[in-house]
């Protein structure tokens, strides 16, 4: 326990420096993210570029700390997309059950059964590509799991004392909904939007990697390993280390909160009453 808040800690702590240094990225660099230098492409690191430069001479510590803002702004948005989707749609087929239950938990084993990369495949490469189709095709591609799990526990709660004293009072399901069954599947909640935060942002450089993501010209960290990978074996190896490295970070650093999340509040001794 001692080492998971720990790890906690330490993960919180890098969290919020990698938030204050992508929000401060214009002060703390003297570089255009998006400037190009044909005169010092490939430049290994060195004062003036303390992380080198890529393939086209921009600055990769510049780049990275822009490609953080999007990173970032992804795996919280496309976490909160499928929060929503993905508890509604959890609470109406637990609460209703019976035939409703069957069809909602057909629908969705079908939806399971098929690789969530290759819908964000094929919907992305539909779309036109930015941050908006981004966020929507990764949060609509990721509710399933939470569905399920809080449909689970809609099953044990609805025929507890208390559920059913809201509805003898008169209580509407609107109601019964906000102040009471979800606020009792907060810990379930609060663990799936941890790992919902990871699978996001792997989910967005994985896109930008196959150039189905964020634009080739803004900077991201997807975007980074695309024009690094050619280079790798030529020697250049902090233009795929460092954005490598800053994905690795932040999805362990994430894991971390979400194991620490399942212990203090997952544990029997949380009461969400209190």
């Not at 209703?96 to 969705?108: A, E, K, P, S, Y």
């Not at 036109?128 to 990721?142: A, E, N, W």
Request: charged share 10%.
């Amino acid at each position: 326990m001692k080492l998971t808040k720990w790890l906690a800690v330490t993960a919180c702590a890098y969290l919020c420096l990698l938030l204050l240094l992508s929000f401060a990225a214009p002060y703390a660099t003297g570089h255009d993210p998006v400037d190009v230098n044909l005169g010092s492409i490939l430049q290994p690191p060195r004062p003036d570029h303390l992380m080198g430069t890529d393939e086209m001479g921009r600055d990769v510590f510049t780049r990275l700390l822009y490609g953080a803002r999007v990173s970032l702004s992804v795996g919280f948005a496309a976490m909160l997309v499928s929060l929503v989707v993905g508890v509604v749609y959890g609470t109406v087929s637990g609460y209703c059950g019976g035939w409703i239950d069957r069809i909602m938990m057909r629908l969705l084993d079908t939806l399971l059964s098929i690789p969530s990369l290759l819908i964000m495949i094929g919907v992305q490469a539909i779309l036109s590509p930015g941050l908006l189709t981004v966020v929507l095709v990764i949060g609509l591609t990721g509710w399933m799991s939470l569905a399920r799990l809080i449909r689970t526990e809609m099953f044990e709660r609805k025929d507890e004392v208390f559920i059913q004293a809201s509805i003898v009072v008169g209580a509407s399901p609107y109601r019964l909904f906000v102040r009471h069954l979800v606020p009792h599947s907060l810990p379930t909640i609060l663990v799936m939007s941890a790992s919902g935060v990871g699978h996001a942002i792997l989910s967005e450089s994985t896109l930008s990697f196959l150039g189905l993501g964020i634009p080739p010209h803004e900077a991201s960290w997807g975007n980074m390993l695309v024009g690094a990978q050619n280079h790798l074996l030529t020697g250049a190896w902090w233009a795929v280390a460092f954005p490598g490295a800053c994905i690795v970070l932040t999805v362990l650093a994430i894991t971390f909160l979400g194991d620490w999340l399942q212990n203090r509040y997952g544990s029997p001794q949380f009461n969400p009453k209190k």
